[in-house]
């Protein structure tokens, strides 16, 4: 037991589940059969590689969170701006505003409001 501990600690992920998906597939053609010790430790690695994918998921969540974030300020701050310099927005427009996903896109409207006189310069 403890010699396929070492070993199996030793492998890399993609080895263990290489060796995890031949020993399943041995035991479904009835040609193997594991001890309880390894059993485990296969269970073990599934349950690592699930907790892996929820972190992972958690991670990709984060960012996605934070990118929705920028977005958000931006359009907040490209309306504000337009407040500022007295340019009112058609409903048209504030949908366009509202529904630009591109962080560059807004950065550039942001720009443009600068010296911008109308609607239709700030978004071009």
Same mark, same amino acid.
């Given at each position: 037991m403890v010699y396929f501990q070492l070993i199996w600690d030793g +492998? $890399?992920?993609?080895?263990?589940q290489a060796l995890e998906a031949l020993v399943m597939e041995r035991q479904i053609e009835g040609a193997a059969t594991l001890p309880p010790?390894?059993? $485990?430790?296969?269970? $073990? &690695?599934? +349950?690592e590689g699930m907790r @892996? &994918?929820?972190l992972e998921g958690v991670r990709e &969540?984060?960012? @996605? &969170?934070?990118r929705e974030g920028k977005l958000e300020g931006k359009k907040e *701050? +490209? !309306? =504000?701006?337009?407040? =500022?310099?007295?340019?009112? +927005?058609?409903?048209?427009? #504030?949908?366009r505003v509202q529904a630009c #996903?591109?962080?560059? *896109? !807004?950065? =550039?409207?942001?720009?443009?409001?600068l010296g911008a006189k109308t609607? *239709?310069?700030?978004l071009s």
């Open positions: +492998l $890399r992920k993609p080895m263990q010790f390894v059993q $485990r430790l296969i269970d $073990r &690695g599934k +349950l @892996e &994918g929820k &969540g984060k960012l @996605e &969170g934070v *701050t +490209l !309306l =504000r701006l337009l407040a =500022r310099a007295g340019i009112v +927005l058609a409903e048209d427009e #504030s949908a #996903s591109d962080i560059a *896109t !807004l950065d =550039r409207w942001i720009e443009n409001v609607a *239709t310069e700030v």
